[in-house]
């Protein structure tokens, strides 16, 4: 694909009733090594959406949330620690997370991830 046909990032939030990215990959460009970047997607009253880029090797220790959560990985392989349970995700791997269930994310390879905290309504 040429220079001249790579969709832009662009993203709307000033039209009523909707957020719109054209591409989320392209709102973290870069994620230095031994690094963890973020970049707030959305924050409204009823989510809160950021951007994870994960060098590979890092991670976020264990910790909880006090609101359910989502995470998507979007590009990447490592590991989420789901309570007791350790699972493999790549790209398409979802999970949904109680409150207060203890969580850990660790990158294996370089790694996009998509969080979504749900707010009371």
Do not use: Y
Request: proline share 8%; glycine share 8%; hydrophobic share 40%.
């Amino acid at each position: 694909m040429q220079a001249h046909d790579t969709p832009t990032s662009s993203s709307t939030d000033s039209a009523p009733g909707h957020v719109f990215h054209a591409d989320l990959s392209a709102l973290i460009e870069t994620i230095p090594p031994e690094s963890i970047v973020s970049r707030q997607v959305h924050d409204d009253a009823h989510v809160k959406v950021t951007l994870f880029g994960f060098a590979a090797g890092q991670s976020l220790s264990e910790h909880t949330a006090a609101k359910p959560a989502i995470m998507q990985v979007l590009a990447g392989e490592g590991t989420f620690g789901l309570g007791r349970e350790s699972l493999a995700v790549g790209p398409g791997s979802w999970a949904h997370m109680a409150p207060q269930l203890p969580h850990t994310v660790t990158a294996r390879t370089p790694m996009v991830m998509l969080l979504t905290l749900l707010k009371a309504p």
